[in-house]
């Protein structure tokens, strides 16, 4: 961990509403060269991990005189180039992810309203303060993990093994669903570590799992999506960056910890439980 000074520079000012109040929200996007970069691996934007440092709310007035909340949502400065225009897919994506970060962090007492956002004719509203904060130091360059480790429990012959890693361009293409395959339930909760830390466990009841399919199944974690698939059995594609009402509550929690996640198959409980 690492202490710095950020000194924020405006990028552009949203206005939306509290749901259940209706009270006023500016949401100013800034930019420091402080916080870490995106991970952009990929070529589509709505699949990288882009950090973000979200402010404490801060009690100010409108023009009206009515009070207001604000919030800073500030990023590393190499997101401008994507926000080109006020309409643009990339802005409209920044500006999701800042309610959704703001939801989270609020514990979900503040949520935001999608349906009347307003862009005001200001780079910031309020002036953008200088702040310290504590960041964490920039994890070392790691060989990707081709195969996820997933621990078998509740069996004597308990062992851990791992699944079949496909190349991801082949788990997203339109055939990856096997029509022969029924998509599994799931659920998924928020359970506390330390102090505000939390992990995502998801958990897919799978009870025609065998150890011979299990040999043949593959698991995908992203930050924003997984899929799970065994041939002929299971297919199930969870993307939460879809505007889905199934995932409504999910997405508003933060991207899917792909570093740290872990999956543990119960044959007594026929589920798969996935961390991240």
Known sequence: MSTVTLKP???FCVKTTVANTQSKVFVNVAYDKNIPPPTTASTDYTEWTIPVLVSDPRKDVDKAGSSCLVFDCIY????KSNITQLDSDFRLFIIELSFQRIEAQSGNTVLLT???IKSPNI???GKLEERTVTLPDPKPKLKPAHKPIIETIGDTNAEKSSLNSKPKSILKSPASGDPSSNRPSWSWAKEPIIGDEYTIALTILVPS???SLHATASLDIEPRRIIFSVPSIYFLD???ALDDAEFVALKRLRAFDVDNARAEWSVRKHTLT???
């Open 274 to 276: 996935i961390y991240c």
């Open 238 to 240: 969870l993307n939460i």
């Open 76 to 79: 590393n400065p190499s997101i």
């Open 123 to 125: 780079k910031s509203k």
């Open 209 to 211: 799992l065998t150890h």
């Open 9 to 11: 520079v405006a990028g």
């Open 114 to 116: 999608r349906t009347h």
